[in-house]
């Protein structure tokens, strides 16, 4: 999975605490992957947590000092726990051990962890990680429905082969997961209660069993869309093309490998799911305007000077969303070489759309930052050069304001 930098939870101040489980060494990973996010990360860990790693490899990945002692003399006002919790945006223990699971079910407060967790005045996530017996254990599980109940949010765990050998729940989540989760509790949830349906990547179109026509979309943008509105509280189906990238969590993946493919998959969801014009389409696919008018079953020899493939036109999916009798709101996206605002203002004009995303097909291809321009009825808005997601997240804010209007 690839997380993108998300700018709602840049510069958020997030106090990590690791307690003591074979999974702790997952934390070292996730400290990283935080920092990168450009979180503020603060660190502490309880004292069985040293047992499975050192404060000095979470000290050096964090930058900064972990805490373990209630009665460190290094906190300036002698209340680490008040001091702590305060600044917090949020509390994540991961992993949260079964015992310390019990301990903040009962509110108990015997160290620094489980005091700054009771003084909090911040959101609490917890990402259990334990052996499966442990955690189907009902002292755990009644352990759990009541953290969810007190308004703690519970990260997991998940399935699959444990540290003692057994198979089943209790592995903590990974710590890409977890980030994606620290992104979308820090998103406002302006998507609530919307359904979005987007395209992504390139499509290919068969020639014969080993050679098709294909283009140099990466993904990229359509991947980023799908992980911003699903961090904003949407319900996310991805139809995508070939691409190398991961599902972004949360969101809904289904494969369409060719033009008709896709077609056909986008059309079926906007009938099943009785799409209308508060949901939404967002048409970022590059989809191939032709396709071989016949596939060849046997690979095609080569003998001529030249040869010619007959090409037929591929249904544009765009234009037949948006003239749908009952018509999501479509956005498309324009990728040009020359006169880019010029072209992409005529295909939203002609493809009836109420916004299109203009951007250079030579300069956003492949890259991991893009510089676009929307169009809509009230004219251009120009957007400075960022990465993908960031673009996602101010595209996605457009919309939310087009549509309260
Ligand atoms: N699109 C689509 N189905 C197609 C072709 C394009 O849904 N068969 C969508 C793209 O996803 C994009 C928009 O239409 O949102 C514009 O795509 P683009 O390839 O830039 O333009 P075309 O309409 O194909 O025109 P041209 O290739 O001539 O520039």
């Known amino acids: 999975m690839t997380i993108s930098t998300n700018t709602n939870i840049r510069r958020k101040k997030l106090v990590l605490g690791i307690t003591g489980g074979i999974a702790a060494y997952k934390a070292a990973e996730l400290v990283r992957l935080l920092v990168k996010a450009e979180i503020d990360v603060q660190v502490v860990m309880t004292t069985a947590a040293c047992q499975f790693i050192t404060p000095v490899t979470m000290q050096a990945l964090s930058g900064k000092p972990v805490f373990i002692d209630m009665w460190d003399s290094s906190i300036s006002n002698g209340m680490p726990h008040i001091e702590l919790s305060r600044e917090a945006d949020a509390i994540l223990i991961a992993p949260a051990s079964a015992d310390f699971l019990a301990k903040l079910v009962h509110g ?4 620094l962890l489980s005091t700054l967790c009771l003084a909090r005045d911040c959101p609490l996530l917890v990402a259990p990680a334990m052996n499966k017996q442990m955690w189907e254990a009902p002292a755990t599980q009644r352990n759990i429905a009541q953290l969810s109940a007190d308004g703690v949010t519970i990260l997991g765990p998940e399935s699959g082969v444990q540290a003692c050998g057994e198979t089943g729940l209790g592995r903590m989540l990974e710590a890409e997961t977890l980030l994606a989760h620290i992104n979308s509790h820090f998103t406002p949830k302006l998507l609530a209660n919307k359904r979005v ?58 494969s369409a490998i060719s033009a008709e493919n896709m077609y056909q998959a986008v059309m079926k969801n906007i009938a099943t799911l009785k799409f209308g014009p508060k949901d939404m389409f967002i048409s970022v696919a590059a989809v191939a305007d032709y396709s071989p008018a016949q596939t060849s079953t046997q690979k ?35 990728a040009e070489s020359e006169n880019l605002l010029e072209y992409a203002e005529a295909k939203r004009l002609a493809k009836k759309l109420p916004l299109i995303v203009a951007n250079l097909a030579t300069d956003a291809m492949g890259s991991d930052d893009n510089q676009v321009t929307l169009l809509d009825k ?6 400075a050069r960022a990465p993908k997601v960031a673009v996602a997240q101010q595209l996605l804010q457009h919309v939310v304001k087009m549509l309260q209007q």
């Open 108 to 111: 108990r407060a015997d160290d």
């Open 197 to 254: 349906l987007i395209t992504a990547g390139a499509t290919i179109e068969k020639i014969d069993p080993v050679r098709a026509i294909t283009n140099l979309s990466s993904g990229k943008m359509g991947y980023a869309i799908a992980q911003a509105a699903a961090d904003m509280g949407a319900e996310v189906t991805l139809v995508s093309g070939a691409t190398a990238l991961a599902t972004p969590h949360n969101v809904t993946h289904i």
């Open 300 to 334: 095609i020899k080569k003998s001529e000077q030249t040869l010619t493939i007959a090409l037929t036109k591929n249904k544009d999916i765009l234009a037949e969303v948006a003239s749908l009798p009952n018509a999501p709101f479509c956005v498309g996206f324009a």
């Open 378 to 383: 009230n004219g251009a808005h120009t957007f």
